[in-house]
């Protein structure tokens, strides 16, 4: 079941070789157990989504020139997040901030081709019938 996700979830890049952080300003004045709650716009790179240690994407361009300098050996490079459109699906019955509140089976695709998920929602209530 989808949950509500939060600032400090925890994300993961398909081609990132560290988990990162989600960094959520408090614009939209909601918190969610604590910290701010996120929307699907909460996607800027280097603001919201902090860089997943090196990257092994051959698409990103520093890891193509450092894999050409060495002879075709994948080199990974340091990560510089590209996302430049929002996470989908989000939560569309919900909004925060006049958009959809992002849940944790949402999505973010990095300029680069990897896909972010969320490992760790930061948001850890549930409810017991």
């Not at 560290?18 to 709650?37: C, D, F, Q, W």
């Amino acid at each position: 079941m989808p949950s509500q996700v939060s600032a400090t979830a925890t994300l993961q890049c398909t081609f990132g070789a560290a988990p990162s952080t989600l960094m959520v300003l408090p614009k939209n004045r909601v918190l969610a157990e604590g910290p701010p709650a996120a929307n699907i716009m909460d996607h800027i790179p280097m603001l919201n989504i902090l860089p997943f240690g090196m990257c092994q994407s051959p698409a990103n361009p520093m890891v193509a020139a450092a894999t050409a300098a060495a002879m075709g050996v994948l080199t990974p490079m340091p990560c510089i997040p590209a996302t430049s459109s929002p996470w989908i699906p989000g939560a569309p019955t919900v909004l925060l901030g006049g958009m959809p509140t992002l849940d944790n089976v949402s999505k973010c695709m990095c300029n680069w081709g990897g896909v972010i998920s969320i490992n760790m929602p930061a948001t850890t209530k549930t409810m017991v019938p």
